[in-house]
C-alpha cells in the first residue's frame, strides 16, 4: 500500500487560484471514481473548501509520483496545468498521513483549530464511499484523522473561543466601519457560514438584517429564528438602499455580484460607502466591484490578519494537539500493520493446526476409545502447545515495524501459501 496526497491549500495558493480548482461537494465522488476507472488510484477521498482542494489516495506501490500530479486533466476544474504545477504540492507515505491528520485536526486552518473542517471531510468521506471509492487501508487511515481531531477538539482548548471565516469577517466589518450598532447587514447565501455570522451580528446590536438565497423558503428558514428578514434574490435591489455590510457566502459557481450591478446599488444608496465581503471560494463578487466608488472589497484572503484574533491563545494548545495527533498516527500505523500482517498470520495459524491436528490424529489412534481422560488430556496439551507456539510468531508479526519483509521472512520459514493480497480478497 502507497499512500499518496496531492493538491494546494491557502498556504501555497491565492483566492484567484483556489477558486479555479473548486469542486463543489456533488463532483467529487465521480471524480475520484474516474481516477480509480483509469488506474491511477486504488482508492481516494477528494476534499475540496474554500481555503483546500486536496485528494487522499490510495495507489499501486509501483504507481509513479508524477502520474497522480498529471492526473490533474480529469479533475473537473478551470485552472490551467501550468498553474497547477506551481501551486500544487505532492506528499506520500507517513508525511501524507500525518498532513491529513494535521488538516482534519484544524492544525493546519487559516484559522487554527476551527471545526468545519472535519464536517467537510467527513462529507468528502461519505462521498468516496458512494462512489465505491474507499478500500479498507483508506477507511483506516480516515477514520483514524477523525478521531484525532475529535480528542484534539474535546481534550484541548484549541477549540475554544471559535475564530472562524464568519468570525473574522465580522470582526473585519467592525474594524473598517466602527461600531456596527444600528447598521443594516444583507447576507447572500443560506449555508453555514451566514448562520453564524448573522448569531454573531446580533450580539453587536445589529439594526435590519436580510438574507437572500437562490432558494427562499431555505433562506427563511436559517434568517426567521435569529430575527433576520428573508428576500427573493432577485429582489435584493428593494431593500439595497437601506444596507451598509454586505456578506456572501453562496455555493454558486460563478460572481453573483458584479460591477455593473454594485454600481446600480449605489445609485440607490446615494453613493454612500458600502462594504463587502466575500467569503465564499469561488467568490461570489468580480474583484472589479473595488473599483464602484464608495466601495470597499475585501475576500477571503483580506480576512487572515483578522483571524489572528485569539491565536495566541489558541497557539498555546498546538502542543498538546500535536501530541494527539502523534498518538493516533501510532495507533493508526499499527492498525495498518495489523492489517498488512494479517493474510500471513491466518496463513501461519491454519498451517500448525494442521500439522497438529495430523500429529494429534496419528497419536491419538494408539489410545483406546474409552480412555476419554487420556485422549482429552492430549487434546488439551497439544492445543496449549499450539497456542505457545503461535503466540511470539503472531505478535512479532503484528508489532512489526516492517509487516511486509517480516511476513515474506514468515512464508519463506515456514513454507506457507503466498497470501493474496488484502485489496484483492476484500475488494470495496
Not at 450580539?203 to 428578514?229: C, E, M, N
Not at 453562496?250 to 446615494?270: G, I, K, N, T, Y
Not at 476419554?372 to 503472531?394: K, Q, S
Amino acid at each position: 500500500m502507497k499512500f499518496v496526497l496531492v493538491g494546494l491549500s491557502h498556504k501555497t495558493a491565492p483566492v484567484e487560484i483556489r477558486e479555479q480548482l473548486f469542486i463543489p461537494e456533488a463532483g467529487v465522488g465521480e471524480c475520484v471514481r474516474r481516477l480509480i476507472d483509469r488506474d491511477l488510484i486504488e482508492s481516494g477521498i477528494l476534499l475540496s473548501t474554500c481555503n483546500r482542494t486536496e485528494l487522499y489516495a490510495v495507489a499501486a506501490p509501483e504507481a509513479a509520483p508524477d502520474r497522480l500530479l498529471e492526473s490533474f486533466g480529469l479533475w473537473p476544474h478551470a485552472l490551467p496545468f501550468d498553474e497547477w504545477r506551481r501551486y500544487a504540492y505532492q506528499l506520500s507515505g507517513e508525511d501524507a498521513v500525518a498532513h491529513l491528520f494535521r488538516v482534519a485536526s484544524g492544525l493546519d486552518s487559516m484559522v487554527i483549530g476551527e471545526a468545519q473542517i472535519l464536517g467537510q471531510i467527513k462529507r468528502a468521506l461519505v462521498a468516496a464511499r458512494r462512489a465505491g471509492g474507499l478500500n479498507a487501508w483508506l477507511e483506516i487511515i480516515a477514520r483514524g484523522a477523525i478521531r484525532a481531531a475529535k480528542r484534539t477538539r474535546h481534550e484541548t482548548g484549541i477549540g475554544r473561543r471559535p475564530v472562524s471565516v464568519s468570525h473574522a469577517a465580522v470582526a473585519a466589518a467592525a474594524t473598517v466601519l466602527g461600531d456596527l450598532a444600528g447598521r443594516h447587514v444583507l447576507l447572500i447565501g443560506a449555508g453555514e457560514m451566514s448562520e453564524v455570522a448573522l448569531r454573531l451580528l446580533r450580539k453587536q446590536r445589529i439594526g435590519d438584517v436580510y438574507l437572500a438565497s437562490r432558494t427562499f423558503d431555505r433562506a427563511d428558514q436559517v434568517a426567521q429564528p435569529l430575527g433576520g428578514q428573508a428576500v427573493p434574490f432577485d429582489r435584493v435591489g428593494e431593500i439595497i438602499a437601506k444596507v451598509d455590510i454586505i456578506l456572501t457566502s453562496s455555493s454558486a459557481p460563478h460572481h453573483v455580484l458584479d460591477a455593473e450591478r454594485v454600481a446600480r446599488f449605489q445609485s440607490r444608496r446615494d453613493g454612500r460607502s458600502l462594504l463587502i465581503i466575500d467569503m465564499a471560494v469561488p467568490r461570489d463578487v468580480d474583484p472589479e466591484v473595488n473599483q464602484v466608488p464608495g466601495v470597499h472589497l475585501l475576500n477571503i484572503d483580506d480576512l487572515r490578519t483578522i483571524t489572528q484574533t485569539n491565536r495566541e491563545e489558541r497557539k498555546a494548545w498546538v502542543p498538546a494537539a500535536e501530541r494527539i495527533v502523534d498518538d493516533e498516527l501510532r495507533a493508526t500505523r499499527l492498525a495498518l500493520d495489523a492489517r498488512e500482517s494479517a493474510p500471513t498470520v491466518e496463513a501461519l495459524v491454519h498451517h500448525v493446526e494442521q500439522l497438529r491436528d495430523s500429529v494429534l490424529e496419528r497419536q491419538l489412534s494408539r489410545v483406546p476409545p474409552d480412555e476419554v481422560a487420556t485422549r482429552d488430556a492430549m487434546r488439551e496439551l497439544a492445543d496449549a502447545l499450539t497456542a505457545r507456539f503461535l503466540h511470539g510468531p503472531v505478535r512479532a508479526l503484528r508489532e512489526s515495524p516492517d509487516p511486509t519483509l517480516d511476513a515474506a521472512v514468515m512464508t519463506d520459514a515456514f513454507g506457507l501459501s503466498t497470501p493474496a493480497p488484502l485489496t484483492e480478497r476484500e475488494p470495496s
